[in-house]
T-cell receptor, first 113, second 114 residues
Framework: DQQVKQNSPSLSVQEGRISILNCDYT??????FLWYKKYPAEGPTFLIS?????DKNEDGRFTVFLNKSAKHLSLHIVPSQPGDSAVYFC????????????FGAGTRLAVHP | DTAVSQTPKYLVTQMGNDKSIKCEQN?????MYWYKQDSKKFLKIMFS???????INETVPNRFSPKSPDKAHLNLHINSLELGDSAVYFC?????????????FGSGTRLTVV
C-alpha cells in the first residue's frame, strides 16, 4: 500500500533550467512533508520541508509547493545545476508524537550541461 | 566528524548466520531509527527508539532485534539470515519527531546474504 507516490522514476533537465519533481499522497492525515536528496553510496540528506498549514516554502534555489486538496506536492529547483543530479525522495508524516516518515520510491534527476 | 555513523559499510554473509550492524550518532538527538531500502528502492521504517525506549516496531520478523544501550547508539542484530534480508540498511536520528528538520541518515550498510 503506497501512501506516498513518486510516479516519475527519472527526470532529465538541462543546466540552468527548472527541475520539477512531483509527489502524490493518499493519507489525508499527513501533516508534514519533506524532501530528501540521495547520492550513490550515501544516506539521504534532508533538503526542505513544509507543513500542511502552508502552501509554499522556499530555501535558496529550492521551493516546495503543497496542494492539500489534490494531495500533491512538488519540488522546484531553479536554476538546476549538475551537482543537483541525485535521487530525490518525498516523505510524509502525520503530526504529533513520534510518527514515522513514509517515503516514496524516489525520482532520479539528471542535470546535464 | 560524522554525525551518524554505521558499521560495517558492507557485509557479505551466508544464509543462516547471525550478524550485527552498529549505529552511533553524535548530534545529541533523542530519537533513532532503522530503515530498510529494498530492491525496489523504497525506504521502509523498521524500528524507532526514543531515549532508549522502543516506540515504533513495524511488521518485522522476530529474527531482527534492535538494541539501544544509550540514546546515542542503536544496534541491529539479525539472526538466521535469509536471502530476502539482502538490502541496504540505514540508521537515522532526529530530535523529537523530526518534522521540521528531518532525520539525519547514516551512509548505509549494504547487506548481501549468499
Amino acid at each position: 500500500d503506497q501512501q506516498v507516490k513518486q510516479n516519475s522514476p527519472s527526470l532529465s533537465v538541462q543546466e540552468g533550467r527548472i527541475s520539477i519533481l512531483n509527489c502524490d499522497y493518499t493519507n489525508s492525515m499527513f501533516d508534514y512533508f519533506l524532501w530528501y536528496k540521495k547520492y550513490p553510496a550515501e544516506g539521504p540528506t534532508f533538503l526542505i520541508s513544509i507543513s500542511s498549514i502552508k502552501d509554499k516554502n522556499e530555501d535558496g534555489r529550492f521551493t516546495v509547493f503543497l496542494n492539500k486538496s489534490a494531495k500533491h506536492l512538488s519540488l522546484h529547483i531553479v536554476p538546476s545545476q549538475p551537482g543537483d543530479s541525485a535521487v530525490y525522495f518525498c516523505a510524509a508524516s502525520p503530526s504529533g508524537g513520534y510518527n514515522k516518515l513514509i517515503f516514496g520510491a524516489g525520482t532520479r534527476l539528471a542535470v546535464h550541461p | 566528524d560524522t554525525a551518524v555513523s554505521q558499521t560495517p559499510k558492507y557485509l557479505v554473509t551466508q544464509m543462516g548466520n547471525d550478524k550485527s550492524i552498529k549505529c552511533e550518532q553524535n548530534l545529541g538527538h533523542d530519537t533513532m531509527y532503522w530503515y530498510k531500502q529494498d530492491s525496489k528502492k523504497f525506504l521502509k521504517i523498521m524500528f524507532s527508539y526514543n531515549n532508549k525506549e522502543l516506540i515504533i516496531n513495524e511488521t518485522v520478523p522476530n529474527r531482527f532485534s534492535p538494541k539501544s544501550p544509550d540514546k546515542a547508539h542503536l544496534n541491529l542484530h539479525i539472526n538466521s539470515l535469509e536471502l530476502g534480508d539482502s538490502a541496504v540498511y540505514f540508521c537515522a536520528s532526529s530530535q523529537g519527531g523530526g518534522f521540521f528538520y528531518g532525520y539525519t541518515f547514516g551512509s548505509g550498510t549494504r547487506l548481501t546474504v549468499v
